[in-house]
Each structure stands twice: as structure tokens, then as C-alpha cells.
């Protein structure tokens, strides 16, 4: 498993460099690494009224899969692995509100997505859940974590089934990022 951990390691820096992600806190051990991008999608409607349409400015949230990954190495159970993220994505949700109240365009981030295959739960975390509409950007979007699925999974026994590897957006308006996360300067 860690001579796989040192190439998913190389191939993570290549993939960081030329997707021009930049870290939120990593002398902090944030777990996120974004980059702003602009919205290219049908709209989307959040139960807080906010609308994201086409042209507005997101913040794109990236896991470091590969720093959970070394992370959670000796996890063999499950549950306690989605645990881990769990809190270390819920841990980490401070330094983004943080991020965007300093960044120069900050005012203009309407809020954050991401894209998941694992999306069970993160309402409790203050995401939504959308479709992704586009059918080959989906497709794409699997291709590219079914094999980081599969390696962190690679000892394991369960019966995953492709049909639960679907992904899906994950989206927070920076008003509610804000009013979760926001923490007492």
C-alpha cells in the first residue's frame, strides 16, 4: 500500500500544479485546495433562495484525497474512516470562510461546489446535493474517481456497486458558509 501511496502522491502534485489549485491553510492542515472558478451550468436554486446561475463566481473545493489517504492509513473499519473525513472536512469549513473574507475577489465568491461521489451526510454539514446535468461532464467526472474510490478501498470486501459511484455537485452559498462557520475574531 505505500509504494501505491508514493505514486498517488506524485501523480497528486502533477495534478495540484496543472489544475492551479491553491491550498486554504496548509500550515494549519486544512483539508481543501481551491480555485475560483465561474459557473457554466443551468441554474441552481438552494433552499435558502439563493440562486447560482451561469457567470457567477464560485470557489471549486478540492479534497486532499491524498493527504486523507496517508491519513487514514492504518483505518481498517469503515465507519471511522468516514468518520475521520467527516471531521477533518468539518474542521477544515472555518478556514474557508477565512479564505474568502481575505481573498481580493471575495465579494464577488457567491459560494462554494464541489464535486463528490461520497455524499451521503454532508447535509449536516451545510451542504446541497444537485445533479450534475451534463451527461459527459458526469461521465468524465466518474472516469476520473472510480480509481481513487477503488484505491481507497482496495482491501476491502464490500460489494460496491457502480451505480453508487454517481456524482453529484456539492454546493454552499457563502451566506450560509458564513453562518455556520464563521467564527469569533
Same mark, same amino acid.
Given at each position: 500500500?505505500?509504494?501505491?501511496?508514493?505514486?498517488?502522491?506524485?501523480?497528486?502534485?502533477?495534478? %495540484?500544479?496543472?489544475?492551479?489549485?491553491?491550498?486554504?491553510?496548509?500550515?494549519?492542515?486544512?483539508?481543501?485546495?481551491?480555485?475560483? /472558478?465561474?459557473?457554466?451550468?443551468?441554474?441552481?436554486?438552494?433552499?435558502?433562495? =439563493?440562486?447560482?446561475?451561469?457567470?457567477?463566481?464560485?470557489?471549486?473545493?478540492?479534497?486532499?484525497?491524498?493527504?486523507?489517504?496517508?491519513?487514514?492509513?492504518?483505518?481498517?473499519?469503515?465507519?471511522?474512516?468516514?468518520?475521520?473525513?467527516?471531521?477533518?472536512?468539518?474542521? &477544515?469549513?472555518?478556514?474557508?470562510?477565512?479564505?474568502?473574507?481575505?481573498?481580493?475577489?471575495?465579494?464577488?465568491?457567491?459560494?462554494?461546489?464541489? =464535486?463528490?461521489?461520497?455524499?451521503?451526510?454532508? &447535509?449536516?454539514?451545510? %451542504?446541497?446535493?444537485?445533479?450534475?446535468?451534463?451527461?459527459?461532464?458526469?461521465?468524465?467526472?466518474?472516469?476520473?474517481?472510480?480509481?481513487?474510490?477503488?484505491?481507497?478501498? /482496495?482491501?476491502?470486501?464490500?460489494?460496491?456497486?457502480?451505480?453508487?459511484?454517481?456524482? $453529484?455537485?456539492?454546493?454552499?452559498? $457563502?451566506?450560509?458558509?458564513?453562518?455556520?462557520?464563521?467564527?469569533?475574531?
Amino acid at each position: 500500500m505505500r509504494t501505491i501511496m508514493k505514486v498517488w502522491s506524485l501523480v497528486d502534485k502533477i495534478y %495540484f500544479y496543472y489544475s492551479r489549485l491553491e491550498y486554504v491553510n496548509q500550515a494549519e492542515g486544512n483539508i481543501f485546495r481551491v480555485k475560483l /472558478l465561474t459557473y457554466r451550468g443551468k441554474e441552481l436554486l438552494l433552499s435558502n433562495g =439563493i440562486s447560482i446561475q451561469s457567470k457567477d463566481t464560485l470557489l471549486k473545493i478540492h479534497l486532499h484525497n491524498c493527504l486523507l489517504m496517508n491519513e487514514m492509513l492504518h483505518m481498517e473499519n469503515e465507519t471511522k474512516r468516514a468518520l475521520y473525513v467527516y471531521k477533518r472536512v468539518e474542521e &477544515s469549513m472555518p478556514g474557508l470562510v477565512d479564505f474568502i473574507r481575505n481573498h481580493p475577489q471575495g465579494e464577488t465568491i457567491k459560494g462554494i461546489i464541489g =464535486i463528490t461521489v461520497l455524499h451521503r451526510g454532508v &447535509s449536516r454539514l451545510g %451542504f446541497e446535493v444537485k445533479d450534475i446535468e451534463n451527461g459527459y461532464y458526469k461521465k468524465l467526472k466518474q472516469l476520473y474517481m472510480k480509481p481513487l474510490f477503488i484505491l481507497c478501498h /482496495l482491501n476491502k470486501q464490500q460489494g460496491w456497486k457502480e451505480k453508487n459511484l454517481v456524482p $453529484k455537485f456539492l454546493i454552499m452559498s $457563502k451566506e450560509q458558509l458564513l453562518s455556520r462557520y464563521l467564527q469569533d475574531a
